[in-house]
């Protein structure tokens, strides 16, 4: 964090902007877009890239020559985001609200220095409390195709945390500088960046880390159902099967001699492979045509429901608006009534 922090104001610092309200805009967009890549990257890598590199048996990609990459889960890497992102929203997120609410406490014998006071009460001592809950919105949204608890456990946290941030800013941190502002700021464009980023990352989860989309052609096209359903047959019935590829151990490169495996001539492993000459097969392009085919008309459906709901829930409710501009409206009739008096005088 500290680290993120130190460079997205030397990138500041770098650009020269001219107002304040610019650079806290930039500071902003680079902040959060270093945080994003620190928090993010873990979950990335497992949805769609873990165990996709790896070559096949015989032919496996190591770095360095040496070590082996890393494989999925053999359920799939379903599994492995879904183990990922348990721990980030149910340890992590109540390790980093005990942190967050012990380290005042740590330092509240120091709170009435002014160094202490010019040092936390700077003009971005907010941006932890958006940070926050915005990386938590990205986590809750962008990957809940894989754990569709998020949202409940988001909430939670956050009923904890809003009292948590009370006691915090009223007794364990001094005051801080009130300013004027219209609204959040660029945090409002981050939010609606994430909410793309949501639609494309759980389209992706669906499309390319679950079993939905090879289950679903399998169902219509190579199960036992694909002539029609039958009640007495379940359509997955050699689902698993075909899934695997064949390799054949002599065609490994340094073979092992080893006890009773004299009568083991091949051994399946997950992927769509001709058995020939292990190149991706048939099936495996025919499922990601499939599979960016069902991307991209979930994409737009996805994202004109967003337009949709953002069309009839505006940013500013009518009521409040409505207010803002009654209260307006009173002031100046106060004021031109002043101001007729005084002519009047």
């Known amino acids: 964090l500290q680290v993120n922090r130190y460079v997205a104001l030397k990138l500041c610092d770098y650009e020269k902007p001219r107002t304040f309200s610019e650079r806290e805009s930039k500071f902003t967009v680079k902040f959060f877009t270093l945080q994003f890549f620190a928090h993010f990257s873990s979950l990335i890598y497992i949805a769609f890239i873990l165990g996709r590199i790896n070559g096949h048996p015989g032919k496996?990609?190591?770095?360095?020559?040496?070590?082996?990459?890393?494989?999925?889960?053999?359920?799939?890497?379903?599994?492995?985001?879904?183990?990922?992102?348990?721990?980030?929203?149910?340890?992590?997120?109540?390790?980093?609200?005990?942190?967050?609410?012990?380290?005042?406490?740590?330092?509240?014998?120091?709170?009435?220095?002014?160094?202490?006071?010019?040092?936390h009460c700077h003009v971005f001592s907010l941006f932890d409390e958006f940070m926050n809950p915005v990386m938590q919105y990205g986590f809750t949204t962008i990957f809940v195709a894989a754990f569709p608890l998020a949202p409940l456990l988001a909430l939670f946290s956050n009923l904890v945390e809003i009292r948590l941030d009370a006691i915090k800013m009223t007794w364990l941190q001094q005051r801080l500088v009130p300013r004027k502002a219209k609204d959040i700021g660029t945090w409002l464009q981050v939010l609606e960046t994430i909410g793309v980023l949501a639609v494309?990352?759980?389209?992706?989860?669906?499309?390319?880390?679950?079993?939905?989309?090879?289950?679903v052609v399998y169902k219509y096209r190579y199960g036992p159902c694909r002539q029609g359903a039958h009640p007495a047959v379940d359509c997955l019935t050699g689902y698993v099967n075909h899934s695997l590829s064949v390799f054949y151990i002599k065609?490994?490169?340094?073979?092992?001699?080893?006890?009773?495996?004299?009568?083991?001539?091949?051994?399946?492993?997950?992927?769509?492979?001709n058995a020939q000459d292990y190149n991706l097969s048939e099936q495996f392009w025919f499922l990601l045509a499939i599979r960016l085919a069902f991307l991209i008309l979930f994409e737009h459906v996805a994202l004109c429901i967003k337009l949709i709901a953002a069309w009839f829930v505006p940013d500013v409710p009518r009521k409040v608006n409505n207010d803002v501009l009654s209260n307006k409206f009173g002031r100046v009739q106060k004021k031109m009534k002043y101001e007729r008096q005084k002519l009047q005088r």
């Open 200 to 215: 494309i990352g759980n389209g992706l989860v669906i499309a390319f880390t679950s079993e939905f989309i090879p289950r």
């Open 251 to 273: 065609d490994f490169e340094d073979p092992l001699q080893k006890e009773g495996w004299e009568t083991v001539t091949e051994c399946r492993y997950r992927d769509y492979r």
């Open 60 to 119: 496996s990609v190591r770095l360095a020559g040496l070590w082996k990459l890393e494989e999925c889960h053999l359920s799939g890497c379903m599994m492995d985001l879904f183990v990922q992102m348990v721990i980030i929203m149910g340890l992590k997120q109540t390790l980093s609200t005990v942190v967050e609410y012990l380290g005042p406490l740590r330092t509240l014998p120091q709170l009435r220095t002014a160094a202490h006071y010019s040092e």
